[in-house]
């Protein structure tokens, strides 16, 4: 199995080496992505959401989830999380724990490219 830690090593260190597939994943994941792994996956976001909001509230699915995360041609999101939610996100990340960051929500241009 290959060791990922020294990817940014062999890329320097090997000229004409491509990109390996998880650097790349990386460089190019979605803001709705980049959310829902920094939950710990697509079921445990909703959990937060829905443990955030408490047991009067509409509940959060993954469908919806995973919606975010399809592109915009198939019906989805192309990878944003809605204005309407992103509150809600941020709200219920800081009451579960987790660490959401600015850029984690920032579209970046590869993103841009898919959008269209």
Known sequence: ???????????????????DSKVKHEMIMT???????????????CNAVNAYQGEDAVKLSPSTVYRWMYPKEK??????????????VLRAARYSGVLIVPEDLTPKPFHKMMLK
Request: aromatic share 8%; with cysteine.
């Open 1 to 19: 199995m290959k060791d990922y830690g020294n990817s940014h090593y062999d890329l320097v260190n090997h000229p004409g080496r491509t990109v």
């Open 31 to 45: 803001p709705a992505e980049c959310v829902v792994r920094r939950f710990g996956g697509v079921y445990r976001l």
């Open 75 to 88: 019906g989805g999101m192309g990878g944003l999380i809605p204005n309407a939610k992103v509150e809600l």
